[in-house]
């Protein structure tokens, strides 16, 4: 059985980095993670705002990499200088709950601006 996303917005973002790392980033579990975009289950707003967030950034990187190989991910995993040599994905797992106004994140949107535009 198939089942279609309730939100098409999220498609990109459940493709390119899958539950388990989404889940990871938002600090939520996959089965709420899975819920929310198949049944349109609730979660928090700030879990939301950081979906969404995830998805702009998402979003920027897809016109630079190659979809569907892992690219997107890696890019997420990759430590980064501007980061604090730190990678997107160890920020967003970072004690305490991030949110998508944040300075780091805020500069990780950039910098997955910046890719974008550097491919084009």
Known sequence: MRYKLVDEA???????????FISK???????NFLAFIYYDGQLPEHTIAQLN?????VENLIGAYRRWDGSVQKWFRRRRKELGNLSAYQIMRW??????????ARKILQ??????????
């Open 95 to 104: 004690p305490g709950v991030w949110k998508p106004e944040d300075k780091r």
């Open 53 to 57: 967030f995830l998805a702009e950034v």
């Open 10 to 20: 999220y498609e990109d973002l459940f493709v390119e980095l899958g539950a388990i």
């Open 111 to 120: 910098l997955a601006k910046g890719v974008n535009s550097e491919a084009t």
């Open 25 to 31: 980033c938002c600090r939520i579990t996959v089965e």
